[in-house]
């Protein structure tokens, strides 16, 4: 009995310990990313120095070398490129749009700030001017068939829910009209789709964003107006029906072309075919120059591993950063990844990403764990509380991981505060002056030392 | 026994039935702040509108004649004002400041931006030049002392320690340098003191402040020069010890002048004698128009107790919103307030003050409070956790409540978060563009729950 009470003493004093080690080295990587963290300057280079770069641009190839040069300089222990087949989607010269309506007897004509969502077609070179059909939703659009519809210009109306607390919510009860709107649209003969911008408040900046069209029905040119605008034409909607919509735009879609992942890792000083991968995306819209989406995550993964080194940290497990090309319009890079990891037999004990901005840290959330792991993950949570950190769900992700858990690789999300990023997503205001250093840096911190918990005690 | 287990049901049943209108009842508080709320509207008229509003100022007077008529508006059950004797120190013409050094053989001067600390006496018109003794603290001046520092100007140059998570922590472990450091250089002969600006990253906006004068020591001007002011100045004086700096600053201490607290309030149905007040201050610095500092923490607290004339809900206890004159510089307002309270015997069970900005809400805390009521406010926190408000604390308070604490109150602080909040407190960037509109509303719901709360159940 007394050798069990003490092997039990023991046991708990040893617990206790590596508790007390694992919160120093926490404290340890957030007073470094506060006081020496290089997520800000390396953002600064990558968003301010390269700025947009959409895949295939000669932005995205600046990006690509520069996120190698960077993991070399910090003495990552392997540094490599995955060669993937992106889409190739320029935007062309400035979209314009105007609305024509008559108020009392005269006509009058205001212009409405657009933006060509990616993957658009072009209008014609004289433009598209047509009636305008508002719907709030695809099924409202299904209710009004050919007959009401057909060589008109739609209006996808449904505002995000400004209720809802966290602003991804609101942006997933939206984005369908932008994804899929303007095939549903052309499908009964509409000849354009307007969508109102994805933007939690109201503004003047269009955002832009992807969109699917649908080959089993013609295709239609389709642009996002800003929330201002979408405001404004509701109005005029309601004084003259018949009010006319002119939209031109002046995009394209060249040919595939080679672009590249670029990813680098530590490998693991105990059980290094364990991998942990965490990433961002590489390539963001041309309108801004992507500092929160996705520079942010992008340096949020690379100072994460960066940290090791800047402690002198050897993890157990293999840590990776990985900058996924392509997440905005294809995915390809996500894919890639996983198709790669699959055929080297790689072993991901999990995969996080961040692309939820660089906003302030509020915590992580894990899909496809089994339970047991799930409950390892909320153990995790107590060692962030001291820095306000208190998110951990049971549900959460990347749209670049998302291929590797089709593998059964769980999956976890970087929770940042949301309030501010529908304010700038996907926008010609998404710049890094509206980065805030201290939130970027405590985001780096945060997965730095999840990354920690995990290379030490796997999921 | 049977009897026994369904009475133990139906209590459970009830608490249950009460807990699920607590929680929808907060939840239709957040919901009316983030798709209805007033916050930024008033906002916009008290920061946007009458902008900085230092105490005796025009604009604070402006300020106490909108909150009277906002408060009435919105049919709070009586309004009313408070007078009170208050300080009036006006800024005058621009300050000015530059340092003279040596630079291989040549003299070379270099500007450095600098206001005045809030009740600084102004320097001779000519200005004040004399050489630089830097100091990192108050301690380290002590040593050096008179042989080392008569007849020059002191330079405080201690940095907010950024390492803290919470920024308000690093304020408090260098705000002495600008409070007393004035007077502290003054006993040993300095001619006037600078202070690095309490800005926890590096920008050149100098930060204003109030500052006390030991009536024991001799008055020297004293200014705040902005951290990158302060980090030039600290390598030329690394290559050259003996660089003269120049300031000038034309600050004037008027007579003391009339002012008033506005205090609004809905009468409690069941216990109208007990009060629950909430408060921010009326006043703010001159440089900015006070939109965090603390614009938001008035609307915080006005919001709040509208929510419940919105919502149609009727306190069981009375809930008070009150805007304190003179927090910045002298804090009469807060003082008045309390020696109203006690002078008419009113019956306060806890005070509420926002008073850290109008950034995303973390939570509230609590001080002086008994083991019961800090359980009791324990237990208030699951009901915040699906607007991701985690932070419950046995710390927390206001300035302006301060006072009131001297009577036995309990006093609670709102949290919002503090990560930006030193970037821009009291310089000309706290302006209204710098607020978020659904931060600021979510802050105003959080208190309105908490208030309700409290209001129902008592602490």
Same mark, same amino acid.
């Given at each position: 009995?007394?050798?069990?009470?003490?092997?039990?003493?023991?046991?708990?004093?040893?617990?206790?310990?590596?508790? #007390?080690?694992?919160? &120093?080295?926490?404290?340890?990587?957030?007073?470094?990313?506060?006081?020496?963290?290089?997520?800000? #300057?390396?953002?600064?280079?990558?968003?301010?120095?390269?700025?947009?770069?959409?895949?295939?641009?000669?932005?995205?190839?600046?990006?690509?070398?520069?996120?190698?040069?960077?993991?070399?300089?910090?003495?990552?222990?392997?540094?490599?490129? !995955?060669?993937?087949?992106?889409?190739?989607?320029?935007?062309?010269?400035?979209?314009?749009?105007?609305?024509?309506?008559?108020?009392?007897?005269?006509?009058?004509?205001?212009?409405?700030?657009?933006?060509?969502?990616?993957?658009?077609?072009?209008?014609?070179?004289?433009?598209?001017?047509?009636?305008?059909?508002?719907?709030?939703?695809? &099924?409202?659009?299904?209710?009004?068939?050919?007959?009401?519809?057909?060589?008109?210009?739609?209006?996808?109306?449904?505002?995000?829910?400004?209720?809802?607390?966290?602003?991804?919510?609101?942006?997933?009860?939206?984005?369908?009209?932008?994804?899929?709107?303007?095939?549903?649209?052309? #499908?009964?003969?509409?000849?354009?789709?307007?969508?109102?911008?994805?933007?939690?408040?109201?503004?003047?900046?269009?955002?832009?964003?992807?969109?699917?069209?649908?080959? &089993?029905?013609?295709?239609?040119?389709?642009?996002?107006?800003?929330? !201002?605008?979408?405001?404004?034409?509701?109005?005029?909607?309601?004084?003259?029906?018949?009010?006319?919509?002119?939209?031109?735009?002046?995009?394209?879609? $060249?040919?595939?072309?080679?672009?590249?992942?670029?990813?680098?890792?530590?490998?693991?000083?105990?059980?290094?075919?364990?991998?942990?991968?965490?990433?961002?995306?590489?390539?963001?819209?041309?309108?801004?120059?992507?500092?929160?989406?996705?520079?942010?995550?992008?340096?949020?993964?690379?100072?994460?591993?960066?940290?090791?080194?800047?402690?002198?940290?050897?993890?157990?497990?293999?840590?990776?950063?990985?900058?996924?090309?392509?997440?905005?319009?294809?995915?390809?890079?996500?894919?890639?990844?996983?198709?790669?990891?699959?055929?080297?037999?790689?072993?991901?004990?999990?995969?996080?990403?961040?692309?939820?901005?660089?906003?302030?840290?509020?915590?992580?959330?894990?899909?496809?764990?089994?339970?047991? #792991?799930?409950?390892?993950?909320?153990?995790?949570?107590?060692?962030? !509380?001291?820095?306000?950190?208190?998110?951990?769900?049971?549900?959460?992700?990347?749209?670049?991981?998302?291929?590797?858990?089709?593998?059964?690789?769980?999956?976890?999300?970087?929770?940042?505060? &949301?309030?501010?990023?529908?304010?700038?997503?996907?926008?010609?205001?998404?710049?890094?002056?509206?980065?805030?250093?201290?939130?970027?840096?405590?985001?780096?911190?945060?997965?730095?030392?999840? $990354?920690?918990?995990?290379?030490?005690?796997?999921?």
């Amino acid at each position: 009995m007394k050798i069990r009470s003490l092997f039990i003493l023991s046991l708990f004093w040893l617990c206790e310990v590596t508790a #007390q080690t694992d919160s &120093s080295i926490i404290a340890q990587m957030y007073r470094t990313a506060l006081t020496k963290g290089q997520s800000y #300057q390396m953002l600064e280079q990558l968003a301010g120095g390269i700025g947009g770069r959409l895949s295939g641009s000669p932005q995205s190839y600046k990006a690509v070398a520069w996120g190698k040069k960077v993991m070399e300089k910090w003495g990552f222990d392997s540094v490599w490129l !995955q060669p993937c087949m992106v889409p190739h989607w320029v935007r062309g010269a400035k979209e314009e749009c105007s609305v024509k309506y008559s108020k009392g007897k005269l006509f009058t004509s205001e212009k409405l700030r657009i933006c060509a969502l990616g993957g658009s077609m072009a209008t014609p070179k004289e433009g598209i001017t047509a009636e305008i059909v508002m719907v709030d939703s695809v &099924s409202e659009l299904a209710k009004l068939g050919e007959a009401k519809v057909k060589g008109k210009i739609v209006f996808f109306s449904r505002p995000m829910d400004r209720a809802k607390i966290t602003t991804f919510e609101a942006y997933g009860g939206a984005v369908d009209q932008r994804y899929s709107g303007p095939s549903e649209a052309a #499908q009964y003969g509409a000849v354009g789709t307007i969508v109102r911008s994805m933007d939690i408040g109201i503004s003047d900046y269009p955002h832009t964003g992807t969109m699917k069209y649908n080959d &089993s029905f013609p295709k239609v040119p389709c642009g996002a107006i800003s929330t !201002q605008a979408a405001e404004d034409l509701m109005k005029i909607l309601k004084t003259d029906p018949h009010a006319k919509l002119y939209m031109k735009m002046n995009c394209k879609t $060249l040919p595939d072309t080679l672009s590249y992942n670029v990813v680098g890792e530590i490998r693991g000083s105990e059980k290094p075919e364990e991998i942990i991968c965490v990433g961002g995306h590489l390539d963001s819209w041309d309108n801004g120059d992507g500092a929160h989406d996705d520079g942010a995550g992008c340096v949020h993964s690379i100072e994460a591993v960066r940290l090791f080194k800047a402690l002198g940290i050897r993890p157990k497990r293999t840590i990776r950063a990985v900058l996924f090309m392509n997440e905005e319009n294809g995915v390809r890079g996500g894919n890639k990844y996983a198709e790669l990891a699959k055929l080297n037999n790689e072993k991901h004990i999990v995969a996080i990403e961040s692309d939820g901005g660089g906003h302030v840290p509020k915590g992580f959330g894990m899909s496809g764990a089994s339970e047991e #792991q799930m409950k390892k993950f909320m153990e995790f949570a107590k060692l962030f !509380q001291p820095y306000h950190v208190y998110e951990f769900t049971n549900h959460g992700g990347g749209t670049d991981i998302g291929p590797l858990r089709e593998q059964g690789v769980p999956q976890m999300g970087f929770i940042p505060d &949301s309030q501010r990023y529908f304010d700038l997503h996907h926008t010609e205001i998404d710049i890094m002056k509206n980065v805030n250093r201290r939130e970027l840096e405590l985001g780096s911190a945060t997965i730095g030392a999840m $990354l920690y918990l995990l290379s030490e005690y796997g999921l």
